[in-house]
């Protein structure tokens, strides 16, 4: 199975900061990759499926990129609601998401 | 918009089987280029996938469970269904049922609000 890591499992930053939290794939999984927010209580949203590709609705300070191993989500201006655990996913064989990056306030 | 809402018991005991169902509104569960797909996440854990199913009645389910899993559609009730048997402690969690697209790839782009099920006698 295709295993997916994400370092640090939390990280502390304010509001105005640019974010970037990594992702990596234990194989190639070329851009098979998606991210979701993930809220208490809430259903997971996807904010960016096949790497880099913003869905619908999501804000543009989102963005995704990588390819092969190696990914990133990046939040270019932390606003207060996307305080949050952020989870990568991939779709290459067949699905295993990531353990999340928990984002706090600092 | 698609919707989807999970149901079913929120304890279980152990040995037994769990049982939830998922409907959904907004769409029909029919419609091609999707399928139908259940995660959960343990507390304290992360999310972890379990199965999916096609719009077709293909089934797709996670290796270590496969021995205990059925994901089955009600294209008359536009609801899709999980049991899983011989349950125990470690299958607490919440339980979320999802859309599940083909885009480049697959991704999940509807979600439930997630149903907590608890295993304890």
């Known amino acids: 199975d295709i295993q997916m890591t994400q370092s640090p499992s939390s990280l502390s930053a304010s509001v105005g900061d640019r974010v970037t939290i990594p992702c990596r794939a234990s194989q190639n999984i070329s851009s098979y990759l998606n991210w979701y927010q993930h809220k208490p209580g809430k259903a997971p949203k996807l904010l960016i499926y096949?790497?880099?590709s913003l869905q619908s609705g999501v804000p543009s300070r989102f963005s995704g990129s990588g390819s092969g191993t190696d990914f990133t989500l990046t939040i270019s201006s932390l606003q207060p609601e996307d305080f949050a655990t952020y989870y990568c996913?991939?779709?290459?064989?067949?699905?295993?998401f990531g353990p999340g990056t928990k984002v706090d306030i600092k | 918009q698609v919707q989807l809402q999970e149901s079913g018991p929120g304890l279980v005991k152990p040995s037994q089987t769990l049982s939830l169902t998922c409907a959904v509104s907004?769409?029909?569960?029919?419609?091609?280029?999707?399928?139908w797909s259940w995660i959960r996440q343990p507390p304290g854990k992360g999310l972890e996938w379990i199965g999916s199913i096609y719009y077709s009645g293909s089934t797709y389910y996670k290796s270590s469970l496969k021995s205990r899993i059925t994901i089955s559609l009600d294209t008359s009730e536009n609801q899709f269904s999980l049991k899983l048997s011989s349950v125990t402690a470690a299958d607490t969690a919440v339980y979320y049922c999802?859309?599940?697209?083909?885009?480049?790839?697959?991704?999940?782009?509807?979600w439930g609000q997630g149903t907590l099920v608890t295993v304890s006698s």
């Open positions: 999802a859309r599940t697209i083909v885009r480049d790839g697959y991704n999940f782009d509807y």
């Open positions: 996913q991939q779709s290459y064989s067949p699905f295993t």
């Open positions: 096949a790497a880099s």
């Open positions: 907004g769409g029909s569960i029919s419609s091609g280029g999707y399928s």
